[in-house]
């Protein structure tokens, strides 16, 4: 067991196109998208112990223990490897709710990675990411690491190195349900999959926003604002927009000069996450040790 206190990123993502290819007969959606990460994050402050429990602080208003993203990796990963171990996990929250950032899924892909570190279980980076999948479709993408398209319903991933650019990220004020998003009649289902060389070359757009933008005028508002500065677009299901700079100080501009209504951010593009690199240190770090 390593029984030291370590905090854990959890990184928001941005998908940077979205395309709906079909539908499957169980009713989930084929895609492709494209995955990038921010330097944005979550963080857990984890620190195994003997108890054999899972303790998390704070608790989220209205979100049961047993129905926490982080629980719930936890409680996985202890049933997998009939772990004895427990710990305790600190959650300082940075991503907002229901924003398609990807914070919940994000939390419980490094919960698995975290405590698979903890308590020295040696799990597959392949295992974890079947584990994730049960949890959500995103968690297999953080527990990846880097930059990737992703296909299927999202669990096929091929690395891929878009250009890290810098980001204004606005998050408008309404929470949007994906299931409600991919059940809509208005949305679109048939683009027309294309090959990772047209996906990288085409200009990249996601199938989600009409349908959103039609709903939930925020997302709309906010886009048509953003718009006249630079390229905008919204990342997953929403709510969160993102729009795009060749530099950071162009970001930062931007920000400053938005309506009091709107919510932002500047962060980076990474293509390789900060869980990813933390890990790898980590794990240096032991073979040095050893």
């Not at 047209?198 to 939930?216: A, G, I």
Request: hydrophobic content about 35%.
């Amino acid at each position: 067991m390593q029984p030291d206190t370590i905090r854990w990123p959890a990184p928001a993502k941005l998908n940077l196109f979205l395309y709906i290819t079909g539908q499957r007969s169980d009713g989930y959606h084929e895609l492709q998208t494209l995955f990038q990460f921010i330097d944005r994050c979550d963080y857990l402050n984890i620190n195994a112990n003997m108890s054999g429990n899972i303790t998390i602080s704070p608790a989220i208003p209205d979100v049961p223990l047993e129905s926490n993203l982080i629980y719930k990796a936890a409680m996985l990963l202890k049933k997998h490897a009939d772990c004895p171990l427990g710990a305790h996990i600190e959650l300082e929250k940075n991503l907002p709710m229901g924003g398609g950032l990807g914070g919940g899924s994000s939390d419980a892909a490094t919960t698995l990675i975290a405590l698979n570190y903890h308590w020295d279980l040696n799990v597959s980076q392949q295992t974890l990411s079947e584990l994730g999948k049960s949890l959500g479709a995103d968690v297999p993408i953080f527990i990846h690491g880097k930059a990737a398209i992703a296909e299927g319903v999202g669990e096929k991933l091929n690395s891929v190195s878009p250009a890290q650019s810098h980001y204004l990220i606005a998050v408008p004020s309404c929470h949007i349900s994906t299931p409600a998003v991919f059940k809509n009649p208005d949305l679109k289902r048939n683009s027309k999959k294309l090959s990772h060389q047209e996906l990288m070359s085409n200009k990249w757009t996601n199938d989600c926003e009409p349908c959103v933008k039609k709903h939930y005028p925020e997302v709309a508002n906010t886009i048509d604002w953003l718009l006249e500065y630079a390229p905008t677009q919204m990342t997953g299901t929403g709510a969160c927009v993102f729009s795009t700079f060749s530099h950071a100080n162009e970001a930062e501009l931007l920000a400053q000069k938005t309506p009091e209504w709107l919510n932002c951010f500047t962060a980076e593009g990474l293509n390789i996450s900060p869980l990813r690199e933390l890990l790898t240190t980590k794990n240096q770090t032991n073979q040095f040790a050893l």
